[in-house]
């Protein structure tokens, strides 16, 4: 009797050391830090600014043979409830604060409210978890290997994607989208197929969610070094000897929480004692972050770089352009009195796919403050025309930069958003949903909105599904291999290289695109060792 319970509290001291090991975030690379004095001066042989979507899966990719420095300007999401566990859904974004706050608020010149990730995992951290591959058209528009994207996807699923449970929520939306005529039913899928489907997650079946720092993990811990709240300044360059090359040779950071401004410098490795590096510094800290770096860094529209006396290094006029972020609109279901107003948070599972890829919904149950929820009936143009751009607003890397999206400034764009609308409006007035709610019969003599109604209500509550991109485009800031046009040793990996939107939520793809771009340069390596 007495062994039997002494192994009952060894069992038990094993599960809650492992829980606790969940809960402390042993997941994390050994060489962690916050201390920037511990990072300084050091050199490797890859230096990746941004720990979030793309950042991660790329960290642990090129670790498998090379030593890599992680930059990541937030904190750790481990410890943190709100952001790991499915039953906080939503409430991490709900306050945020100038320099801490997991996301970041930044308001678009279109007067637009939008969020950006300030935490190791990036968006994957705060946003609504839901996981869908690319369709097969975009990555052959893009021109990625299809068979390395698939084999990209398939690391990242293994890990971090998650067939999901549905609440009553999920299927009375299911069916309300059935109702508005949104076929073939797919059922649970990963692929971006026109329809009515249930996608993945990245919560696991505990409730758990699963970023892009839990990809670390299948990294070589050896040789991943982990700086949070660490803020990059700029790059470092030299000139390369009389032929007046521009080649990054480090980064200057700081730390982010504003208690002090000394600056930091960590380096490249150098090739046998020369100043040429074999490695790069690879920006992936998103379509906000990555052009605001290059421009602080002198890297840019030399017009604009003047306004800030930035000394330029290339004289780069995209970068900044191309900003576009998918125009999206939102129809609360009416609620009878007799029922609860508020519903429990829930992430978004179901979604549909309709007039040839170009609209997507889906509902979700979100939280407006810690103790309100509001039930949302919503959708977004997949690949909006209208297009902005960024620029700086200040030299202190910490503000946000100013951008401009341009919403709906095209009439193809406003036209269909008002085909969006009548779709949304649709789904909104559904048996289905009238009868879970109990308003059934409630607004049937109620005439449907006109194109006029539609039209005002797209221009002025146009909002956003957080998925912008653009500022180092492809073809205009980086080539084909990712590499910023005009200097060595530079690269950009993240959303901000994208001509158009995946069209379904890009996280999925940027987590892809991490460990695809991590392959492909491990393979130039090995052909450079070859040669």
Sequence with gaps: MAMGFSLYLFLLFVHLALCCSWIQGQTLPRKTTSDVNQVSGKSFDYIIVGGGTAGCPLAATLSEKFSVLLVERG????????????????????????YTSVAQSFVSKDGVSNLRGRVLGGGSAINGGFFSRASEDYVKRVGWNKDMVSDAYMWVESRNAFKPKLTPWDY???????????????????????????????????????????????????????????????????KKGNRNETI????????????????????????NNSRSSTGDVILAAGALGSPQILLLSGIGPQKHLNKFDIPVAVNLKCVGKGMQDNPAIAFVPEVADSKP???????????????????????????????????????????????????????????NPSVTFNYLATEKDMAECVKLGRLLEQIVRSKSIAYFLGVEGKRRNESMSTDDELRKLCKNN??????????????????????????????????????????????????????????????????MLKH
């Excluded at 990054?248 to 600056?263: E, H, L």
């Excluded at 103790?371 to 909006?384: V, Y």
């Design 248 to 271: 990054v040779r480090g980064i200057r950071f700081i730390k982010s929480d504003g208690s002090s401004s000394q600056t930091h410098e960590a380096y490249l490795n150098t090739q």
């Design 341 to 399: 107003k508020n519903f429990p948070p829930d992430s978004p599972k179901v979604i549909a796919i309709a007039d040839d890829f170009k609209l997507i919904v889906g509902s979700m149950i979100l939280p407006i403050s810690f103790n309100a929820t509001i039930m949302l009936i919503s959708g977004k143009l997949a690949f909006p025309e209208s297009e902005g751009q960024l620029e700086l607003n200040s030299t202190d890397p910490r503000q």
């Design 75 to 98: 904190g750790s999401p481990y410890e943190n409830p709100l952001i790991m566990e499915n039953k906080n859904f939503g409430l991490s974004i709900v306050q945020t604060d100038e």
């Design 462 to 527: 146009v909002g956003t599904f957080y998925h912008y991109h653009g500022g180092c485009t492809m073809g205009s800031v980086v080539d084909k291999n990712y590499r910023v046009f005009g200097v060595e040793g530079l690269r950009v990996i993240d959303g901000s290289t994208f001509l158009e939107s995946p069209g379904t939520n890009p996280m999925a793809t940027l987590l892809m695109l991490g460990r695809y771009q991590g392959i492909k340069i491990l393979q130039e390596r090995e052909k």
């Design 172 to 238: 009375v939306a299911e069916l309300s989208l059935l109702e508005a005529g949104i076929f073939p039913y797919n059922g649970f899928s990963l692929d971006h197929i026109e329809g009515t489907k249930i996608g993945a997650t990245i919560y696991d079946e505990q409730g758990r969610r699963h970023t892009s720092a839990d990809l670390l993990t299948a990294g070589n811990p050896n040789n991943i070094t982990l700086l949070l709240n660490a803020t990059v300044t700029s790059i470092i360059f030299h």
